[in-house]
């Protein structure tokens, strides 16, 4: 057989595949059809809910939160502690009601860290921690913070070393010239006051000599010598 002929054959074969093949598919459409129509349209249901749902419940209801959120902060600032904790009776629902209200939003996470540092300030520690605690955050400069809130209230507690060690860890989780150098001076005057001394001085003098331009650095050297003068009184 000649190579002319044999490329032919070859193709007419081709062909016949090609034919078999939409043969079987036009078979299977036809035979499929209603289950694959009806897939097609649980598919376009469920991206319709989705939109739905994400634009006319979700999106609105985190817009309400934050408005909500953005009050409570200015009660905050002011020191208005029930105020922004309890809501106004009026237009503002106070932090608990934001918790309450818009549960699984960013503002309502928020309002946990508001709603501990603001029971911290009136005294109820408990309720502080159990606000913190709860607190998811994932912000770079958020969640240190709220690490070292979680400090403040161990010392007011008077529970120092689970202070420091909150101190500590949100030093090393903020790994950031302004807050880092802040934990690790609340972590040394907790040491100081523990009578810790030489813990003290090396954690001023890791302050003083990595973070020189900051003003905790820069005033690291007073509370060195502060260290030093006490560990030679006792």
Request: proline share 3%; net charge negative; aromatic share 10%.
């Amino acid at each position: 057989m000649s190579a002319n002929k044999k490329k032919e054959s070859q193709a007419e074969k081709n062909f016949e595949n090609i034919g078999e093949a939409l043969t079987s598919s036009e078979q299977f459409l036809e035979k499929n059809q209603r289950s694959i129509l009806t897939g097609l349209l649980v598919v376009v249901l469920l991206i319709g809910a989705y939109l739905a749902y994400h634009y006319l419940y979700k999106v609105p209801r985190n817009e309400k939160a934050e408005s909500a959120l953005f009050k409570g902060e200015r009660y905050f600032q002011q020191g208005e502690d029930s105020l922004a904790l309890f809501g106004n009776g009026n237009d503002y629902p106070g932090f608990e009601g934001i918790i309450s209200q818009y549960s699984g939003t960013r503002p309502a996470d928020l309002a946990h860290a508001y709603a501990g540092i603001t029971y911290n300030r009136m005294g109820n520690h408990e309720k502080a921690l159990e606000h913190l605690r709860k607190f998811k955050g994932g912000d770079l400069l958020i969640t240190p913070a709220i690490t070292g809130a979680i400090g403040d209230v161990y010392v007011n507690m008077g529970d120092h070393g689970k202070a420091i060690d909150q101190f500590l860890k949100a030093a090393k989780a903020a790994e950031d010239q302004m807050l880092t150098p802040l934990y690790y001076k609340k972590a040394g005057n907790v040491y100081l006051m523990d009578g810790k001394y030489d813990e003290a001085i090396e954690l001023f003098t890791r302050i003083r000599e990595e973070y020189p331009h900051t003003p905790e650095g820069q005033e690291a050297d007073k509370f060195i010598k502060q260290a030093e003068l006490l560990k030679e009184s006792k």
